[in-house]
């Protein structure tokens, strides 16, 4: 593993400015061609980039801004996915917010052989490098799990998988080539952002996983193998992260339960050096799982909600820090948000650019006072 160089986190993505969703809608219209969207992404990421670099934030995203939301990334860059509208878990409402919830989104399948058109996420690291952030560069991509658990037997369709063995395997080839893109690219941090884990512990999913035939603890088992597959040739030096959702569309969520089902095969058993873990809600259940945290790990408590613009109490916050840490170590810890600012890409967040920089100068202010430094 390698040393997790700092104390506050954040997971990537962040609201789009104005100017660049009139650009999306012109580019879909026909009124804008591919060079002016690009012009219009390249001048929103260098304004987030030189936001997050203003703040001191140790790690720096491009803000997701070339994609239409978090699981896009992958999704758009690679050919054989068609969609289909169903799902082991639906967005619930009564979120935080108050806004957003119901319906089951759109989950992806390999209709066809899977094939990677073109780089994920390699071409949108080299930019982000470019701009010559203070800040450790990071790119994000939705986690190959993430791609089976919702639909499980009909992520893929006969003859171009024959079983679940044949399409991992193709996934598993695909991370391993676009890593070793972004590895000769410079890059350093890959964040992989895993809903399918986590909603794993949610008693509804288990019962529908179930109920399709499938054992939840054994889908446990294999993602765990998938994820460490999918990593396995990445070179020395590379930081891996793993984001872990319960959902967030706009306020709203899928799935509750704590980790408890999956921490002591998940938090001991990948093969990632950071643990960025959802902690802003009662859904997530208790500290206790954070006992079979490793050494040579850090988990990035997820204590500061994007689904809200209430800031949280930072006395409040510490307080749950000293709570975690009586099962974990307090140096195998830091503090984050528990998931991305817009991971849905587009308008109608619960949360504004004011909201963003105060809950991430929140974050930056504790783990000052909790390490000394983030």
């Known amino acids: ?211 399709r035939g499938e054992d939840p603890d054994e889908l446990t088992d294999a993602y765990v193998d998938l994820i460490n597959a999918a990593v396995a040739e990445r070179p020395a030096g590379m930081l891996v992260g793993l984001h872990m959702c319960r959902g967030n569309f706009k306020g709203a969520w899928m799935a509750e339960g704590g980790y408890e089902p999956i921490a002591e095969r998940v938090f001991a058993g990948l093969d990632v050096d950071i643990l960025q873990l959802e902690y802003d809600t009662p859904r997530a259940g208790d500290f206790a799982p954070l006992r079979f945290l490793p050494k040579g790990k850090t988990a990035v408590l997820g204590l500061i909600s994007t689904k809200t613009p209430v800031l949280e109490d930072k006395d409040s916050v510490k307080r749950r820090i000293d709570e975690a840490a009586r099962f974990a170590p307090l140096d195998r810890l830091a503090i984050g948000p528990q998931c991305g600012f817009s991971s849905a890409g587009g308008s109608g967040q619960p949360i504004d650019s004011d909201d963003t920089r105060r809950k991430l100068d929140l974050v930056l202010t504790i783990a000052r006072e909790v390490w000394g430094t983030p």
């Open 1 to 211: 593993m390698t040393a997790v160089p700092f104390r506050a986190e954040h997971v990537g993505s962040f609201l789009r400015p104005d100017s660049l969703l009139d650009a999306v809608r012109a580019h879909r219209a026909g009124r804008l061609d591919a060079d002016g969207l690009r012009a219009a992404q390249d001048a929103a990421i260098r304004d987030i980039v030189a936001f997050q670099d203003g703040i001191g934030l140790p790690a720096v995203t491009d803000g997701e801004f070339r994609r239409r939301s978090w699981s896009a990334g992958v999704i758009d860059a690679l050919d054989g996915f068609a969609l289909r509208e169903e799902g082991v878990l639906a967005f619930r409402s009564g979120s935080e917010s108050g806004g957003g919830g119901g319906g089951v989104a759109a989950s992806p399948y390999a209709a066809e052989r899977l094939e990677r058109k073109r780089a994920i996420v390699a071409d949108d690291y080299r930019f982000l490098a470019s701009l010559r952030p203070r800040g450790l560069p990071k790119v994000t991509i939705a986690s190959p799990p993430v791609l089976h658990f919702f639909l499980g037997p009909r992520a893929f369709e006969a003859p171009a998988y024959a079983d679940r063995n044949a399409y991992f395997a193709d996934l598993v080839g695909i991370y391993r080539d676009e890593i070793a893109d972004l590895a000769a690219a410079g890059c350093r941090y890959v964040q992989l952002d895993e809903t399918a884990l986590p909603c794993n512990c949610d008693e509804t999913a288990r019962e529908g996983v179930a109920a």
